[in-house]
């Protein structure tokens, strides 16, 4: 089944007055201490046959606990599948946080918190919510979820396809090479 583009996301912009020596400063004095799964569920909404799901929408919610020169990025993916009618079929809601600490003498804002956690931090989030739906959705038999790849720019991925359960190949089938 061919991609389907997701709807574009808004653009990041740089809050003002941040200057960008100082952003590079953060990134670079940064260190990921962990990622951790807080929350997973997944759930088919109807009894319908899932298989011909089309349409997916996701919204992603990031919060933010600041500790001192620690601070936690908790990144909400709920996503949403649909059928050609637009009829919901199953939910899929992950919650992923990541810890980052500050090894630097400046300080850092708010400002630069909100910046480095839409440029920096979902970027490395983004990998494990990616596999978590794509697992999810094929434990709830809707087919398998592929996202496409993230932009720098941009928040969301720009595309995502559905493989129907009906029509994935089967583990069991051999594969036969060329020989």
Do not use: W
């Not at 919650?95 to 918190?113: G, M, N, P, W, Y």
Request: charged share 30%; aromatic share 8%.
């Amino acid at each position: 089944m061919a991609n389907k583009r997701l709807p574009e996301a808004p653009r990041v912009k740089k809050p003002r007055g941040i200057a960008d020596d100082d952003f590079e400063t953060l990134v670079e004095n940064s260190e990921l201490l962990g990622i951790r799964t807080v929350k997973v569920h997944g759930e088919r909404l109807s009894d319908d046959d899932a298989s011909h799901a089309e349409n997916m929408r996701i919204r992603i919610t990031p919060n933010i606990k600041r500790r001192g020169d620690l601070f936690d990025c908790r990144y909400n993916f709920e996503t949403r599948i649909f059928a050609p009618d637009d009829k919901p079929l199953a939910v899929i809601d992950i919650d992923l946080v990541a810890t980052f600490e500050f090894a630097t003498r400046a300080k850092v804002t708010a400002e630069l918190v909100q910046r480095f956690v839409k440029e920096v931090g979902y970027f490395v989030v983004f990998p494990y919510a990616r596999e978590g739906i794509e697992s999810i959705g094929t434990r709830l038999g809707i087919g398998t979820i592929t996202l496409g790849i993230l932009q720098q720019a941009g928040e969301k991925p720009i595309s995502a396809s559905f493989v129907p359960a009906s029509e994935r190949r089967l583990a069991a089938e051999p594969v036969v090479g060329r020989g």
